[in-house]
C-alpha cells in the first residue's frame, strides 16, 4: 500500500479493460477495509463499478483486505477502486466526500461491529453505529437537496443482534429486543434509516443479515478465533483455545454471498427491508466440533472455557427466515454451514505453515501472530 491515499476527483478513471467512455455506475462504501467491504468491493468491480471507499486514519495501514485490488494512484488511470480518509463520526467528510464522488450507490458498512466490545465502549459504539448512520444519511439528504440527484440509493447494514432474544424464526416482521449497545445502536440506525425513506423519500434500504464469515473475519469473532485456532494447533504453534459460551446458537452464512444480496436490495424498483439468512442454525459447540473434526482433533482436548468471554446479555438462538429476500431479489445462498468452516479452516492451516516457517526461522515468536 502507497504511503499516501488518492484523494482525486471520480468520473475520470477506468479501468484498463473497460472502453475508456463506458457508462459505469459509481458507489461508495464506508467500511471499505472490513471483511464486507472487501467482498463487496471485488463484487462492484466485477459488475464494473468505480468503487469510492472511506477509510479511516489508523497508525498502522488497515488495508489488509483490499491490497491485492490497490492501484497506486500514481497509476490512477487504471484504478477503478479509490480509497479516501473519513470517519462515521465526522460528518463534515461524509457530505464533502458524497459532494465529490457524486455515487449512484452509498454502502454503509462501517461500524464498532464487536458486540462484546460494545459493553466496553458503549458511547463509542453508539456515536458511529447510530449516530455515524444518521450522519451519513442527513448528508446524502443534503447532498441530494443541494445538488438534485435524488436517484443516489442507501443501503445500511442491519444486524440479526436487533432482534436479541426474540425468537426465531426472525423475519422483517419480528420486533427487536436488542441486548447490547451494539444491537441497540443498530436498532436506531434502522430506524433512522426506515425514517429518511419515509419522510425524504431517499431510496434506503435496511439489510438485517444474519452472521456471515469468511476467510477475512476479525481474528476476534468467534468462527475465526476457532478456525485460526485449528490452523495453529494442527501445525503445533499453540495447544489451548479459550472460550466464552458454547451453546449459543448462530445462523452462519458465507460474507461472499451476503454482499450480493446487498447489490440486490438496491437495485430493486423501490426500496424495503430484507433479511438475509440462511434458515440454519448451529451452536458454537457445533462450529468446533465440525473445525476441528475437520483436521482430525478432539475439540474437547483444546477447548477451555473462560469466563472473560461471557456477555452481560447474551443472544441465545438466531435463525433467520429469509423469505422475502428468497421471493423478491431472488437471492439464496450458495456456501452451507459445513463447506464455510471446511473452507476457513483449509485457509487458516495455511496460514498457521506460512507461521511456523517464521518462527522456525526465528523471525516470530509463536505466541505472537502477524
Ligand atoms: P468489520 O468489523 O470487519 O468492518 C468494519 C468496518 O468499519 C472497517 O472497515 C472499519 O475500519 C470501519 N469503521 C469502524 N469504525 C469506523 C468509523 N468510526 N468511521 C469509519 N469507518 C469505521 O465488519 P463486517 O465487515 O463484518 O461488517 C460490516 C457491517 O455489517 C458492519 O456494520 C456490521 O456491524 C454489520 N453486520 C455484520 C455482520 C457479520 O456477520 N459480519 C452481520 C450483520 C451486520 P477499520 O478497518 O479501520 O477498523
Ligand atoms: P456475534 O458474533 O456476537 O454474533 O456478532 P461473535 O462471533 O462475536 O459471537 C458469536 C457467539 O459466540 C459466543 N462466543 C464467543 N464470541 C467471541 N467473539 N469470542 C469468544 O471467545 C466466544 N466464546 C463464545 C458469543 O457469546 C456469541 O454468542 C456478529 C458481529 O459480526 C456483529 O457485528 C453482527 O451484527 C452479528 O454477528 C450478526
Not at 459532494?99 to 458511547?123: C, G, K, M, R, W
Not at 460474507?255 to 430493486?268: H, I, K, S
Amino acid at each position: 500500500m502507497a504511503s499516501e491515499i488518492d484523494n482525486s476527483r471520480s468520473g475520470s478513471t477506468t479501468n484498463g479493460e473497460s472502453p475508456p467512455c463506458a457508462p459505469h455506475k459509481v458507489a461508495l462504501i464506508t467500511g471499505i477495509t472490513g471483511q464486507d467491504g472487501s467482498y463487496l468491493t471485488e463484487f462492484l468491480l466485477d459488475k464494473g463499478y468505480e468503487v469510492h471507499g472511506l477509510i479511516r486514519r489508523s497508525s498502522n495501514f488497515n488495508t489488509q483486505r483490499i491490497n491485492h485490488i490497490y492501484i497506486d494512484p500514481h497509476n490512477a488511470h487504471k484504478a477503478r477502486m479509490k480509497l479516501h480518509y473519513a470517519d462515521l463520526t465526522d460528518a463534515s467528510s461524509l457530505r464533502r466526500w458524497l459532494d465529490t464522488i457524486l455515487p449512484d450507490e452509498v454502502y454503509n458498512l462501517a461500524a464498532q461491529s464487536h458486540v462484546a466490545v460494545s459493553f466496553e465502549i458503549p458511547d463509542y459504539t453508539a456515536d458511529v453505529v447510530a449516530t455515524g448512520a444518521l450522519r451519513l444519511l442527513e448528508a446524502v439528504r443534503s447532498h441530494i437537496a443541494a445538488t438534485g440527484r435524488n436517484h443516489i440509493r442507501y443501503y445500511q447494514a442491519g444486524s440479526s443482534e436487533m432482534f436479541g432474544s426474540t425468537p426465531p424464526p426472525q423475519s422483517e416482521t419480528t420486533s427487536f429486543h436488542p441486548r447490547s449497545p451494539y444491537a441497540a445502536s443498530k436498532c436506531a440506525a434502522h430506524w433512522y434509516t426506515v425514517n429518511y425513506r419515509e419522510a425524504y423519500g431517499i431510496f434506503a434500504c435496511n439489510g438485517i443479515l444474519f452472521n456471515h464469515e469468511s476467510p477475512r473475519r476479525g481474528e476476534n469473532f468467534v468462527t475465526r478465533k476457532i478456525t485460526r485456532a485449528v490452523g495453529r494447533i494442527k501445525i503445533g504453534l499453540q495447544s489451548k483455545l479459550f472460550l466464552g459460551n458454547l451453546q449459543a446458537s448462530r445462523d452462519w452464512g458465507f460474507a461472499g454471498d451476503y454482499v450480493e444480496a446487498m447489490w440486490m436490495m438496491l437495485q430493486q424498483e423501490k426500496p424495503d427491508d430484507y433479511v438475509v439468512a440462511t434458515e440454519d442454525s448451529h451452536t458454537v459447540e457445533e462450529f468446533l466440533q465440525v473445525a476441528f473434526g475437520y483436521v482430525g482433533l478432539n475439540w474437547k482436548d483444546h477447548v477451555v472455557i473462560d469466563k472473560r468471554y461471557f456477555r452481560p446479555t447474551e443472544v441465545d438462538n438466531l435463525k433467520g427466515d429469509a423469505s422475502r429476500a428468497k421471493k423478491v431479489l431472488g437471492w439464496k445462498p450458495k456456501v452451507g454451514f459445513e463447506q464455510l468452516v471446511k473452507m476457513m479452516v483449509d485457509e487458516d492451516v495455511e496460514l498457521a505453515k506460512r507461521e511456523k516457517v517464521l518462527v522456525d526461522a526465528g523471525y516470530m515468536d509463536a505466541q505472537q501472530q502477524p
